[in-house]
């Protein structure tokens, strides 16, 4: 089942901060985030295995509450380079599985 | 490390001619890969999963006489898209997670830098 992503769109100015939430209906073994700008692959920001888990970035960070079954990725003071598109992805089960991905947070940092 | 190599990058190809894409594991050896489909402004939907020696697994919709997957070595796997449409015109990209990540735990899955398929 696909994760559920809001907001779908957000449009910053250089300095703001920004907080895209991820949430599955199902329990999550793991939630991984990834950016990808227009016509390149996805890259990998960070994971959170653990309820609770929180990681950070430089000024990106991630939590993941295991038991609402969601997590949110958190852009501070967001730059021009942090334009693109955000997907969350979690795993459709244990091990080495496929990671299904939400339909994607489109963050565009203005000048 | 984890590094998934994919060509080609860009391919435009006839209508009703096959077109192969090709993902390569270049410092680990890859028993599972992941294909996906990105059709534009969408997310990626996952296609398929290659299995080193078997028969993929394909998702709900996805035609397997259509878009054959090969998995014959533990660093490589194919996409062979078939008598391919205007309507199979999108990004397909590879993905896969090396074992050092699935030990450790914090390493995400990597992915291969795509191929933009346009069906003319």
């Known amino acids: 089942q696909q994760p559920v992503q809001s907001p779908q769109a957000v449009i910053l100015r250089e300095g703001e901060d920004a907080v895209i939430n991820c949430s599955s209906s199902?329990?999550?073994?793991?939630v991984h985030w990834y950016r990808q700008k227009h016509g390149e692959a996805p890259v990998f920001l960070m994971i959170?295995?653990?309820?609770?888990e929180q990681k950070g970035h430089e000024k990106i960070s991630a939590s993941f509450n295991e038991k609402k079954q969601q997590s949110s990725l958190y852009l501070t003071a967001s730059q021009l380079s942090y334009s693109g598109t955000y997907f969350c992805g979690t795993l459709r089960g244990s091990g080495n599985t496929p990671l299904v991905f939400g339909k994607g947070t489109r963050l565009s940092v203005i000048a | 490390g984890a590094v998934v190599s994919q060509h080609p990058s860009r391919v435009i190809c006839k209508s009703g001619t096959s077109v192969k894409i090709e993902c390569r594991s270049l410092?680990?050896?890859?028993?599972?890969m992941f294909w996906y489909r990105q059709f534009p402004k969408q997310s990626l939907m996952l296609m398929a999963t290659s299995n080193e020696g078997s028969k993929a697994t394909y998702e709900q919709g996805v035609e397997k006489d259509k878009f054959l997957i090969n998995h014959a070595s533990l660093t490589l796997s194919t996409l062979t898209v078939t008598s391919a449409h205007p309507e199979d015109s999108s990004f397909y990209i590879c993905s896969a997670r090396a074992p050092t990540a699935l030990l450790l735990g914090n390493y995400g899955y990597t992915f291969g830098s795509g191929t933009r398929l346009t069906v003319v």
């Open positions: 199902k329990a999550l073994y793991s």
């Open positions: 410092d680990f050896q890859a028993t599972t």
């Open positions: 959170l295995l653990k309820g609770g």
